[in-house]
């Protein structure tokens, strides 16, 4: 199995020694946790993940983001909640 990162740093590099989140680390989360919610509802409306990508890359700078997360691999993310999306219909 293979895994793909969606941060630019390793892990641990978001935690402190007390296994608490740096500020990295809190505005790795908070970015991870808008995309998928913003992912979840625009697969429900089924926008297309490449659109949807799109716009997470022009949020990216603005928000901080940009620097943390990937938003290019939340494309993988995307393509499983619109997958998980399409089955429940």
């Known amino acids: 199995m293979h895994s793909t ?3 630019f740093k390793p892990c641990i590099s978001y935690v402190n020694p007390d296994n608490t989140l ?3 680390g809190e ?3 908070t970015c991870i946790k808008t995309g998928i919610v913003l992912g979840s509802g625009a697969a429900a409306l089924g926008v297309p ?3 949807f990508t799109r716009g997470l890359n022009l949020l990216a700078g603005p928000t901080g983001c940009g ?3 990937k938003p290019d ?3 993988i993310i995307g393509g499983t909640i619109s997958l998980m999306m ?3 219909k």
């Open 5 to 7: 990162s969606i941060s």
């Open 49 to 51: 993940t490449g659109i």
């Open 86 to 88: 399409s089955l429940l």
């Open 22 to 24: 740096t500020y990295d």
């Open 27 to 29: 505005v790795a989360m």
């Open 73 to 75: 691999e939340l494309n």
């Open 67 to 69: 620097n943390i997360v």
